[in-house]
């Protein structure tokens, strides 16, 4: 999970995305989205993350300006994914999918194709069966 995690970060830091700590040293990290996005909430971002089946959450970030239900940042973490069989490698593409979404957070069309590349990709990484 914290191999996954920090590519993850490193990823999408060199997307120009902002890591607050500057990284991650577990499987969870919160990205602030005021540097690459500064008009885009991260309510705005979890909903239109969540409509492509990528599952984040709003989370407000240090010195944060807007209210906890509106947010300036975006939380994610790597454990549903790595328990799924993913690998380093799959972290680039899924912090390219994140920032295709939230180019176009509004864009059902972007969205919608996001979507379909998730669940394509996913079809090589399927839940346990209990």
Do not use: C
Request: proline share 4%.
């Amino acid at each position: 999970m914290k191999k996954n995690a920090a590519r993850l970060a490193d990823e999408l830091t060199h997307r120009g995305f902002t890591i607050v700590s500057g990284g991650t040293d577990n499987h969870s990290m919160l990205v602030d989205l005021r540097s690459k996005y500064p008009e885009l909430t991260g309510k705005v971002a979890e909903n239109a993350l969540v409509a492509a089946d990528i599952t984040v959450n709003k989370n407000m970030v240090p010195f944060d300006s807007r209210s906890g239900f509106q947010t300036s940042g975006i939380r994610l973490g790597t454990p549903a994914i790595t328990t799924r069989g993913a690998k380093e490698d799959l972290m680039v593409l899924i912090a390219e999918l994140i920032e295709t979404v939230l180019n176009a957070p509004t864009d059902e069309t972007v969205i919608a194709a996001v979507r379909a590349r998730v669940n394509d990709v996913m079809k090589d990484y399927p839940l346990f069966a209990w």
